[in-house]
């Protein structure tokens, strides 16, 4: 996979540098409200060292997303062929799986996580090669649930890995584009 940097309506989205960003993101990753992303209890070295394995992996890419010049998220990209989802769905050429958390912030801004996720789906399909984006949220994480759908993920079926019970998603270039009312 490849890394980029592109921008689009304020936001920006760069490779995660897991020697310079974990300091940044180990609040995130811990905080409460980041309860889905299983790392509640993560040292920073922890988080580092996540951080470095996903850096050194052919088929995983984390990023970090800037809203108006202030870093605001955190993405992952991933192949589900390769990882996360092997043997729990027959996967397609151009299957590209997506995680996705929000900074957590003092003063919620409405709308700005459906911002992030927009913004988060036009840079996987800005890469002509993804067909179709999957998602295995916790099934229990219904916010994330509707946001998804807020961008065209059509829940396929609940599937048990080690780690979760997961809402197995997915969404493709077509569902995207007629749920936000743009094309990429």
């Known amino acids: 996979m490849s890394r980029t940097t592109t921008s689009s309506g304020g936001v920006q989205i760069r490779p995660l540098n897991p020697l310079k960003d ?54 992952e990209r991933y192949d589900p062929s390769k990882l996360e989802l092997v043997g729990l769905y027959e996967p397609r050429p151009g299957d590209v799986g997506m995680h996705f958390l929000v900074a957590p912030s003092d003063t919620p801004v409405h709308g700005f996580t459906r911002r992030v996720i927009t913004a988060v789906m036009a840079e996987l399909f800005a890469d002509p090669a993804t067909a179709r984006v999957v998602v295995e949220p916790d099934v229990r994480n219904k916010a994330v649930h509707a946001l998804n759908e807020a961008v065209g993920f059509v829940p396929e079926r609940e599937i048990q890995k080690p780690e979760k019970k997961a809402l197995l998603s997915f969404c493709t270039r077509a569902q995207f584009e007629t749920a936000v009312g743009a094309s990429i």
């Not at 920073?44 to 890419?61: F, S």
Request: glycine share 4%; net charge negative.
């Open 22 to 75: 974990t300091e940044l993101i180990h609040p995130w990753v811990t905080h409460p409200k980041a309860a889905f992303w299983m790392m509640q209890d993560a040292k920073l070295q922890d988080v580092e060292r996540e951080y470095m394995a996903i850096a050194a992996h052919p088929h995983h890419d984390a990023f970090i997303g800037l809203v108006d010049g202030e870093p605001a998220f955190l993405m």
